[in-house]
Nanobody
C-alpha cells in the first residue's frame, strides 16, 4: 500500500519560513518523480514544484521561483519543500504527490499517488 505522509505545516508570520516533508512508503521511490501542489479555500489545486526521480532536475511555478526549493533523498524515501519569505497568499493545504515518470511532472493528472495534505497558514 502506497503512503505519502506530509508534515511540517503550521502557522507562520509573513516573511517566515517552513520546511515541508513528505515520507513515502510502499513504492519504489527512486523511480518516481515527486511534486508538491497546493489548494487554497475556494480555489483549484495548483502546481508548486516538482523534482525528477534522480533529483537532477526541478521545476517550479514562476512566482515561487527563488522562494521555494524542492529536494529529495532517495535513500530516505523523502522529499522536502523549503519555503522562504512566505506571504499570506501562500496559505493553503500543501499536498505531496508521486508520478511514475522519470521526468519533472507539473500536471496533477499525471500523478499516481497523493498524500493527505498539510495546512500552511501565513499571517500578515
Amino acid at each position: 500500500q502506497v503512503q505519502l505522509v506530509e508534515s511540517g505545516g503550521g502557522l507562520v508570520q509573513a516573511g517566515g519560513s517552513l520546511r515541508l516533508s513528505c515520507a513515502a512508503s510502499g513504492l519504489a521511490f527512486s523511480r518516481y518523480a515527486m511534486g508538491w501542489f497546493r489548494q487554497a479555500p475556494g480555489k483549484e489545486r495548483e502546481f508548486v514544484a516538482a523534482i525528477r526521480w534522480s533529483g537532477t532536475s526541478t521545476g517550479y511555478t514562476d512566482y515561487m521561483k527563488g522562494r521555494f526549493t524542492i529536494s529529495r533523498d532517495n535513500a530516505r524515501n523523502t522529499v522536502w519543500l523549503q519555503m522562504n519569505n512566505l506571504k499570506p497568499e501562500d496559505t493553503a493545504v500543501y499536498y505531496c504527490a508521486a508520478a511514475q515518470d522519470s521526468l519533472v511532472v507539473t500536471t496533477a493528472v499525471s500523478y499516481n499517488y497523493w498524500g493527505q495534505g498539510t495546512q500552511v497558514t501565513v499571517s500578515s
